[in-house]
């Protein structure tokens, strides 16, 4: 089953200095049991897409699509009503920002608990041997006894935590998860990692995960996307995306990962040289084109079109492939 | 070397942390320990890695060298001198912290240049903070462009910039980093590591970096200390840390890196289902409950911190690598 189906999403936000175009056109697809990592520059507009898809983008936005459908429904051009029946009824989402999901001033137990209290007429006994459970799963230990507590009195990775279980309170078939395990060690991130494999195995959950660690993206990922100023530059399986880059920023990335052994420890890793681009001003060409390695003038002018790869799509004048007839 | 060069930039001696928690309406308070009995000595122009498990106790020592927390065992010295004894002013031109969460330590209601200016204006009162706020927001790969904007209006990785190039902008001696790069992509996180081995070598900055970023670590520190429920539990320079880890613990964070090699099934870190509890410690060793190798005699009674070559390793078992 297709759980998601986007096609050339804008986002556009009304900004004191202009129009801020930050999404400009982007694909997503999303099949039941499947994992999309979604990569990319800090602001090239991973949440704000996200955001968008839960129905949360900012009130202001000016947003349009092609075809759009969630959970096989149609939502192009639909108000924001038409999310409230499917948040916490299938689609739901971890946010980066932990405000957005957790009140200070309300205990944990009550945040957990009131969501599915509401849409799915549990008893509060019920819905909190849920809660409980889902906590234990997540690695927070006495949960029972921690319901009471409210969120500042948790570490930031267990704030983390408590927002992966809220969002995975409602048993969702289709789960949204920006930067969910950046505050968390390894060994916990493992496990939670485990527990989103197994919900995918055992219940088809298909899972749509931003995020800057590309360890995580190896470990879990079937396909990744790679987005760059609003746009997604790449796409293609792990696999092949981690050995045979075909975009130049994507190339950047993998090399900028700091892996112990490849850079003298103490010394400068590699960066991408330069600025993203504003996004107030129109781009005429590629928009990565001024820190690009293999820019020329033909990309500064005319915006680089799609090419297929036997694995996905990337959009450069000069890609790392052989192009596929 | 003068005298000064060996009086420790930071120093927690015996730092203990007790947080007092409602379980219930009905149940008397608990007592959680987030720190216990913690020692770090951080030298001039060291970088000393902080790491551990989510909970362990990290960001509450942050707070407790910042002066933001007081401890309830144990003392903290800045440059020799006890931090409490500090004035305010002199404080903040001496540490500066950047915190783990880019969204709530941001003031919500002023622009992006204010925010990053504001450590000047409490020092150099007089002089137009602008020239070195944009040059500041360059350095930490800003967008100066966005200088007008409201953190809101900012992606995490943005706002995470921000707050570095705040805590720099005043040249502190000493920069607590709590996960500095955990919003950033991996070519910004690039960036600012550059930067901050730039700034280092350039101001001889003194810096405890907290992260759970493994590689960061080992390319940044030159020590690291490992904690586990509130306690430090293994020590060493950062080369012997990463090649021999003694404590079992440290060993298990090691082994569940991941890494950017797709096909790689997810570590198993052997620790079991059980998670650390800060409620309810046993008598013993803190990671008894959950280490593989764990026998009576580690949990009667705590284990004390062990040399062993270049390790300090809090473990009964932690013999020759
Ligand atoms: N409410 C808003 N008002 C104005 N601009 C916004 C708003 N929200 C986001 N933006 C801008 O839109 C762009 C995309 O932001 P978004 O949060 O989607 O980035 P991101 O890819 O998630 O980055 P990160 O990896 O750092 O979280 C950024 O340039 C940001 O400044
Ligand atoms: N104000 C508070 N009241 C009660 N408990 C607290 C409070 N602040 C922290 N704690 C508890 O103290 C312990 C240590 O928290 P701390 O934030 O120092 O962990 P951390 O190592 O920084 O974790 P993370 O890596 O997840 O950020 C945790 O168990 C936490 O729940
Ligand atoms: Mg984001
Ligand atoms: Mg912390």
Redesign the interface.
């Known amino acids: 089953m297709t759980l998601l189906d986007l096609q050339d999403l804008h986002v556009a936000?009304p900004?004191?200095?202009g129009l801020l175009r930050a999404v400009r056109g982007v694909d997503l697809r999303l099949a039941a049991g499947e994992t999309l990592c979604l990569?990319?520059?800090?602001?090239?507009g991973k949440?704000l897409t996200a955001m968008t898809l839960m129905g949360l983008g900012p009130k202001t936005a000016q947003t349009r699509s092609g075809r759009f459908t969630l959970l096989g429904q149609e939502m192009a051009g639909r108000g924001r009503a038409a999310w409230k029946t499917l948040r916490g009824r299938g689609l739901s989402m971890i946010f980066?920002?932990?405000?957005t999901s957790l009140n200070p001033t309300l205990t944990v137990g009550r945040q957990l608990t009131e969501g599915v209290i509401h849409t799915e007429g549990l008893t509060r006994r019920a819905a909190e041997a849920r809660a409980i459970a889902l906590l234990?799963r997540v690695?927070?230990?006495?949960a029972g006894?921690?319901?009471?507590?409210y969120p500042h009195?948790?570490?930031?990775?267990?704030r983390?935590?408590l927002m992966i279980a809220m969002a995975l309170m409602s048993e969702p078939k289709f789960l949204i998860a920006d930067?969910p395990t950046?505050?968390?060690?390894?060994?916990?991130?493992?496990?939670i990692?485990?527990l989103l494999?197994g919900l995918q195995r055992d219940l088809g959950l298909g899972l749509l995960l931003i995020t800057?660690?590309?360890?995580?993206?190896?470990?879990?990922?079937d396909r990744v996307a790679v987005m760059y100023a609003g746009r997604i530059v790449e796409e293609g399986s792990?696999?092949r995306i981690?050995?045979r880059p075909a975009h130049p920023y994507t190339a950047?990335?993998?090399a900028?990962?700091?892996?112990?052994g490849r850079?003298p420890?103490?010394?400068?890793?590699?960066?991408?040289p330069g600025?993203?681009p504003?996004l107030i001003e129109p781009i005429a060409g590629c928009a990565f084109c001024e820190r690009c390695a293999r820019g020329e003038t033909l990309c500064a002018a005319r915006p680089p079109s799609d090419v297929a790869l036997p694995d996905g799509r990337v959009e450069c004048h000069f890609p790392a492939v052989e192009i596929v007839q | 070397m003068t005298r000064a060069n060996h009086v420790p930039a930071l120093e927690l001696e015996h730092v203990g942390k007790h947080?007092r928690?409602?379980?219930?309406?009905f149940?008397r308070p608990?007592t959680l320990t987030a720190l216990n009995d913690l020692s770090l000595q951080v030298m001039p122009g060291e970088t000393l890695g902080l790491?551990?498990?989510?909970?362990c106790g990290?960001?509450t020592a942050v707070n407790v060298m910042l002066g933001l927390l007081a401890p309830d065992e144990g003392r903290v010295f800045l440059d020799g001198r006890e931090i409490g004894a500090w004035p305010l002013a002199e404080r903040v031109r001496r540490i500066q912290p950047v915190f783990?969460?880019p969204?709530?330590s941001l003031n919500p209601t002023r622009r992006v240049g204010e925010l990053v200016a504001q450590p000047l204006r409490l020092h150099e009162r007089g002089t137009d903070p602008g020239p070195r706020m944009r040059e500041m927001l360059d350095r930490v790969?800003f967008?100066v462009?966005l200088a007008?904007?409201y953190p809101a209006?900012?992606?995490?990785?943005?706002r995470q910039?921000v707050a570095i190039a705040r805590a720099l902008i005043a040249r502190p001696k000493v920069l607590i980093c709590d996960?500095p790069t955990?919003?950033?992509?991996?070519?910004?996180?690039?960036?600012v590591?550059?930067l901050l081995?730039e700034l280092r070598a350039e101001l001889g900055l003194t810096m405890v970096f907290v992260s759970?970023?493994?590689?960061?670590v080992?390319?940044?520190a030159d020590r690291v200390a490992v904690m586990y429920l509130g306690e430090k539990v293994e020590e060493a320079p950062?080369?012997p840390l990463?090649a021999a880890p003694r404590h079992p613990y440290t060993r298990?964070?090691l082994g569940?890196?991941?890494?950017?090699?797709?096909?790689?099934?997810?570590?198993?870190?052997g620790?079991g289902t059980?998670?650390?509890?800060?409620?309810?410690r046993g008598p013993g060793c803190a990671f008894a409950p959950r280490c593989p190798m764990a026998n009576d005699a580690c949990r009667k009674a705590p284990v004390p911190m062990h040399r062993h070559g270049q390790h300090l390793a809090r473990c009964l078992c932690a013999g020759p690598a």
């Open positions: 936000i900004t004191e200095r990569v990319g520059e800090s602001g090239c949440s980066q920002d932990p405000m234990e690695g927070i230990a006495r006894q921690r319901l009471g507590q009195q948790f570490s930031g990775g267990q983390q935590r930067e950046t505050a968390l060690d390894v060994t916990i991130q493992a496990q990692l485990s494999a800057h660690d590309l360890g995580v993206v190896a470990a879990i990922a792990a696999s981690f050995r950047g990335l993998m900028a990962i700091p892996v112990p850079t420890r103490g010394t400068p890793l590699p960066a991408i600025r993203v504003g | 947080f928690v409602l379980q219930g309406m149940r608990a790491v551990g498990e989510s909970g990290k960001s783990q969460d969204y709530s790969g967008p462009r007008d904007a209006e900012l992606s995490g990785g943005q910039r996960e955990s919003a950033l992509d991996v070519s910004v996180q690039a960036q590591i550059n081995l759970h970023n493994l590689a960061v080992e390319h940044l950062v080369a990463f298990a964070l569940a890196t991941l890494r950017p090699e797709p096909g790689a099934a997810l570590p198993e870190s620790l059980a998670s650390a509890d800060p409620l309810h």
